[in-house]
């Protein structure tokens, strides 16, 4: 027999510690796909909506809710990466749960670095407070794009 914890604050923590779980590395799989032809050269700063299909290849539903800091919930992300060095960009969440076989259109506004020169777009999926996918053996989408005045 479980009791409940009656402490507010104990209660919410037991309620909600699913979320804070990471999933087994082989539901960290994912599918990523871009919808238009990306860019091969930008601008420094621009801004560019990027759009794409993403299947989750995994067991577990991917939450698209975390709690009020913005954890645990399963969005997508983007990293410009030159010469070994990775920036993080943006951010662009699901629009409601994604099942296991389940596929979502998605949208994802980048920015362009400031330095000029040949980088890798990486497009990955983020268990936000837990891990990338990448790290737990997924396959991101790498785009080549020039930067370039």
Do not use: C
């Not at 510690?17 to 930008?42: G, H, R, T």
């Not at 939450?63 to 943006?90: C, F, H, Q």
């Amino acid at each position: 027999e479980i009791s409940l914890p009656q402490e507010p604050v104990a209660r919410n923590n037991f309620e909600t510690a699913w979320m804070k779980a990471a999933f087994a590395s082989a539901d960290y799989n994912e599918e990523i796909i871009a919808s238009d032809a990306p860019p091969s050269v930008m601008s420094p700063g621009q801004k560019l909506d990027l759009h794409f299909r993403v299947k989750n290849l995994g067991s577990e539903t991917w939450p698209a809710t975390g709690d009020k800091d913005y954890r645990y919930l399963i969005d997508m992300g983007n990293r410009w990466i030159r010469n070994g060095v990775i920036a993080e960009d943006s951010r662009a969440l699901l629009s409601s749960d994604l099942p296991p076989g389940g596929e979502t259109e998605m949208k994802l506004t980048v920015t362009a670095p400031s330095t000029p020169g040949e980088y890798t777009l990486e497009i990955d999926m983020v268990h936000e407070g837990v891990s990338w996918f990448k790290e737990r053996g997924a396959r991101p989408l790498h785009l080549r794009i020039n930067v370039q005045q």
